[in-house]
């Protein structure tokens, strides 16, 4: 993909200010993101305005060097304010027609920097968003008057601008399906698995946090059984050419898992690999999947992946 991403305000037109303020991190996430997707194989292209004294000047410096790129994506990179707190107030991501990356977006900075999600927000007032030519998103990270908002993003900085990176990777129209009997895996009351078994793909509770108990269960040291019960993910038999071991493990994508029956679905994270063939079943789903779903072991279930993908 090509890609413009550009810093919000400037230079000399400054945004918001607080505990940290918001130009100079927009050009620091802006400068680490776009390196993370040329590392992912994408062409990018920053832009910082400089120049500009006025608000008026600014806003068109910066949707005049967008559209003025051969490119199929435009990003602008903010960072949101309302009043010091030390309640986390959380990441959105705002647009006029991208609804769908919007949302993907929000959900990546969201599970990368232990933020709140405030979600995808359409905006029709806003200059960036109403003048590029080119589908665009403006990303509002967090808000740089909340204490826990900022910590986290201190803390978080670098796995924020990767997620970034690698969320426009798979964009191809490749959906792979699983549709037969069922059963749950996964969490400290699993015995089907060892208490030092791992999971297929992911490696490190790190990453991946948002799947698993902050703590260890005791007895055990695998990823498996410290899996969190209550969390929605999905075990197929995928095929890795297919479906890249890195694919599987990108926390912005995620599988539909669905009731034939009902129709009732549900979003959940790809977690391992499974289960065995010899079990006869399509997949092995999380306790809280089950139950959300309304299923019992041996009930048919339908897996689609990816759920969602980049427009």
């Not at 505990?19 to 390196?35: F, G, H, N, Q, Y």
């Not at 903010?78 to 009043?83: D, M, P, R, S």
């Not at 129209?173 to 208490?195: L, N, Q």
Request: one cysteine or more.
């Amino acid at each position: 993909m090509k890609i413009v991403i550009s810093s919000g305000h400037g230079l000399h037109v400054r945004g918001a200010s607080g505990i940290i303020d918001e130009v100079d991190e927009a050009r620091l996430v802006v400068e680490e993101v776009a390196k993370w997707l040329r590392f992912y194989g994408h062409s990018v292209v920053t832009f910082h305005d400089d120049n500009s004294t006025t608000q008026s000047q600014n806003l068109d410096a910066i949707v005049n060097f967008h559209n003025s790129q051969d490119r199929d994506v435009d990003v602008s990179v903010h960072f949101n304010c309302y009043a010091e707190t030390l309640e986390p107030m959380g990441t959105e991501c705002l647009y006029l027609t991208q609804v769908e990356l919007a949302g993907r977006v929000a959900q990546t900075v969201s599970k990368a920097g232990n933020l709140i999600n405030r979600g995808a927000k359409k905006r029709t007032d806003l200059a960036f968003l109403n003048g590029c030519d080119m589908p665009a998103v403006l990303i509002e990270v967090c808000f740089v008057d909340s204490d826990p908002d900022v910590t986290n993003y201190r803390e978080n900085f670098e796995y924020i601008c990767r997620s970034l990176g690698k969320m426009p990777t798979y964009t191809n129209e490749t959906i792979v399906t699983f549709k037969g009997p069922c059963s749950w895996f996964g969490g400290p009351d699993d015995m089907g698995v060892d208490a030092d078994e791992g999971l297929a793909f992911i490696y490190d509770a790190e990453d991946a946090p948002y799947l698993f108990l902050d703590d260890q269960p005791d007895g055990t040291t695998g990823l498996a059984r410290r899996l969190n019960p209550e969390v929605h993910y999905v075990a197929c038999r995928w095929d890795y050419d297919v479906t890249p071991k890195e694919m599987l493990a990108d926390h912005s994508l995620q599988a539909l898992v669905r009731d034939p029956l009902s129709g009732k679905a549900i979003l959940a994270w790809p977690a391992d690999w499974g289960p065995h063939q010899d079990t006869g079943r399509a997949a092995d789903v999380s306790p809280a999947t089950l139950d959300a779903l309304g299923l019992e072991t041996d009930d048919e279930v339908e897996v689609i992946y990816p759920a969602r993908r980049m427009k």
